[in-house]
């Protein structure tokens, strides 16, 4: 029985809901299927929590303005699709080096370029790792249910926070345009992250020195202190470098802050996996086809299991390590041609096979076509 | 026609864009949950604002729903030619095919309930707009998909203020339609 409180909420309203409890202030955006209902909600709500939603002139200046926010002490957030995804590589960058804390929403579409607006894709998880050029991490969440977006908005917010990063919700089409009940989070079922800020009266504010304790406090502009921020690789005080060690600690700090917490900042659903040899590995609304496919493989007789990530990236190999000398067969089914089964390959690193299921027409897998590919793929 | 019972039930509303089956699809799954169930609504449509292919599955059950659309459908409403020659294939042998009399005239099965929603929209409501929620008073009738009087709760809380009155008559016209071609 469900619970009587429930009601039925989409999942980019969830997200906007999760942003407003996650004490967003600020969001600047321009509007796209399948993401739009984030900025109409939004729109809506900011004036009345004296927040400022701002529909800018298309996606480079959105999330310029998100940047310019979060710098200036606001908890700041856009959303995207596909195409807008893309115009924000290079700032994308820009908030990756300067360690500006931003939250930027990307409910997947079919792409490349325009695609198929109204239609469902996860073809953008390699673009959300690598979209902007030169080394850097990324912190990347996927939801598969409407209460998970509100959740995973909130953590991404606490994450970018925490760790001073852009992070991404990466939703896709279903997800987002998905309604289904729920119940949500009552405030004491989440926590808030703020970013660390320093101390007043110091004589030296190094706001990218000292990481104390995970990264530098972060002073809003306005406030006591002046500093530099730029794209250009920088020293502690913010300003440009070419000092080896400094441009070295620089790189390996702004990946390694992410990286090196991969493991931590894991996040999976198990399913059937206790004594499983055929391993479904999932995300976003695939990830419900594939606990369907679950249940018909094992009524076939198939020991299979799910494993489901809510934490694209930094992407933890550790699961994947202790389930794969029990498996003979893991297969990946994704809305693309093969994203982020190369990872589960690397991690996999050879003891059972990995094979990848894409699927790029434009509709979510039913569960039919899962398991009748696993069974054709273990002789069944 | 299975009863909604405690497993899967599943219906599909289809038609062209500009015809409300979004918020149809909507205030079903309120209804829903209204009754204590759960509940998951998907949508499939194309690029344009209006026209085009339209298409709403709402997906109703006592237990956790993991595949959010439907593949086995119970109920099928189509309200345009295209969207009912696209659709009936999912219709289950023992589902029932509803259609709007007057816009889907080719029919695979003999059993499809015919009812004019749009000509009585016009004709009884005012407006043709109000065809979606005739469409739902007459779906509910024949199904049970959802109780009436959580339908009726559901359909007054999201339409604008105004306009309750209207709605309701447009509820009840589809339900007396529906009891006339189960009376025969």
Excluded at chain 1, 29 to 46: D, H, K, R, V
Excluded at chain 1, 228 to 254: N, S
Excluded at chain 2, 32 to 39: E, I, L, P, Q
């Amino acid at each position: 029985m469900a619970d009587t409180t429930a009601r039925v909420l989409q999942g980019n309203e969830a997200s906007a809901i999760g942003a407003l409890a996650a004490g967003v202030d600020f969001f600047a955006g321009y509007p796209i299927t399948p993401s739009s209902e984030i900025a109409e909600l939004l729109s809506q709500c900011m004036p009345l929590i004296n927040g400022r939603f701002i529909q800018m002139e298309d996606e480079i200046a959105s999330i310029a303005a998100i940047i310019g926010a979060s710098l200036a002490g606001a908890t700041s957030m856009t959303a995207t699709s596909g195409p807008g995804f893309s115009l924000m590589q290079e700032n994308i960058g820009l908030a990756c080096l300067a360690e500006v804390p931003c939250v930027i929403v990307n409910v997947m579409r079919a792409g490349p370029s325009t695609g198929l607006p109204t239609q469902a894709a996860q073809g953008d998880v390699q673009q959300t790792r690598w979209g902007t050029h030169g080394d850097h991490a990324i912190v990347a969440l996927a939801p598969s249910t409407v209460r998970e977006c509100f959740e995973l908005t909130v953590e991404c917010v606490n994450l970018a926070e925490r760790l001073r990063t852009p992070t991404v919700l990466l939703m896709d089409e279903v997800i987002g345009h998905m309604r289904e009940s729920v119940v949500l989070p009552s405030g004491d079922e989440y926590r808030l992250v703020r970013r660390i800020e320093p101390p007043t009266g110091l004589r030296d504010y190094c706001p990218f020195g000292e990481c104390v304790p995970e990264v530098a406090a972060l002073a809003a502009f306005g406030g006591e202190y002046r500093f530099h921020v730029t794209g250009l690789t920088h020293d502690a005080h913010g300003y440009p470098t070419m000092v080896p060690e400094e441009v070295d600690w620089k790189i390996r700090h702004i990946v390694g802050k992410i990286e090196s917490r991969a493991d931590q900042l894991a996040s999976n659903e198990e399913f059937m996996t206790e004594d499983a040899d055929v391993l479904l590995f999932a995300y976003g609304s695939t990830a419900r086809v594939a606990k369907a496919s679950v249940r018909a493989l094992r009524e076939a007789g198939v020991k299979a299991g799910l494993l489901r990530v809510r934490t694209i990236w930094p992407f933890s190999q550790k699961r994947l390590r202790e389930l794969a000398p029990g498996l003979r067969l893991v297969v990946v089914p994704e809305m693309n041609l093969g994203q982020l089964v190369v990872e589960v390959e690397r991690a996999v690193c050879g003891e059972a096979r990995v094979v990848p299921l894409g699927k790029v027409d434009g509709h979510l897998f039913e569960p039919g076509d899962i398991t009748e590919f696993v069974l054709e793929e273990v002789g069944a | 026609m299975r009863e909604p019972g405690a497993g899967r039930f599943e219906i599909r509303l289809s038609g062209s864009g500009g015809q409300g089956l979004m918020l149809a699809g909507k205030l079903l799954a309120e209804a829903a949950v209204h009754d204590g169930k759960n509940a998951v609504q998907t949508q499939s449509y194309g690029p344009e604002a209006r026209g085009g292919k339209s298409k709403t599955d709402v997906v109703i059950s006592d237990g956790e729903i993991d595949y959010p659309k439907a593949t086995s459908v119970d109920v099928l409403l189509s309200m345009s030619q295209p969207a009912c020659d696209e659709y009936q294939d999912s219709l289950r042998d023992d589902g029932v095919l509803i259609v709007d009399e007057r816009l889907v005239s080719d029919v695979a099965r003999d059993d499809a309930v015919r009812i004019p929603f749009t000509a009585l929209a016009i004709e009884e409501c005012g407006r043709q707009l109000f065809a979606n929620v005739v469409a739902l008073g007459a779906l509910v009738e024949l199904t049970g998909a959802v109780s009436w009087e959580s339908l009726r709760s559901a359909v007054l809380a999201r339409v604008p203020r105004g306009t309750e009155d209207v709605n309701e008559k447009a509820l009840a016209v589809g339900r007396e339609a529906a009891r006339k071609v189960s009376r025969g």
